[in-house]
């Protein structure tokens, strides 16, 4: 499975961006995908998480109410609607996709957010 990103880049806080995340190869191995991020001297983080058939969804408590995970499964597609951005959302937004045996990453997308 491949994963690529797109969407990313610098708004002002109060701003709006979508990230996309477009899968190949064996999408239909997969089980559920997610969007990490990681801002400079933290770890990678959950942000947030979509099942691929139940559409089951969670978030992290930080972005709860601001972002939201979609997919659209006949695209092999996940997004990312993140509003009302806050300069701590400032991260390299990663792309994830995993099942009971595999793990997969994209290469990730830089979102900067500034006050």
């Known amino acids: 499975v491949q994963l690529v990103e797109s969407g990313g880049g610098l708004v002002q806080a109060g701003g709006s961006l979508r990230l996309s995340c477009a899968a190949s190869?064996?999408?239909?191995?997969?089980?559920?995908m997610a969007w990490y991020r990681q801002a400079p001297g933290k770890q990678r983080e959950l942000v947030a998480a979509?099942?691929?058939?139940?559409?089951?969804?969670n978030y992290a408590d930080s972005v709860k109410g601001r972002f939201t995970i979609s997919r659209d499964n006949a695209k092999n597609t996940m997004y990312l609607e993140m509003n009302t951005l806050k300069p701590e959302d400032t991260a390299v937004y990663y792309c994830?996709?995993?099942?009971?045996?595999?793990?997969?990453w994209g290469q990730g997308t830089q979102v900067t957010v500034s006050s």
């Open positions: 979509i099942h691929n058939r139940s559409g089951h969804t």
């Open positions: 190869g064996s999408t239909f191995s997969i089980d559920a």
């Open positions: 994830n996709a995993f099942n009971s045996d595999s793990d997969y």
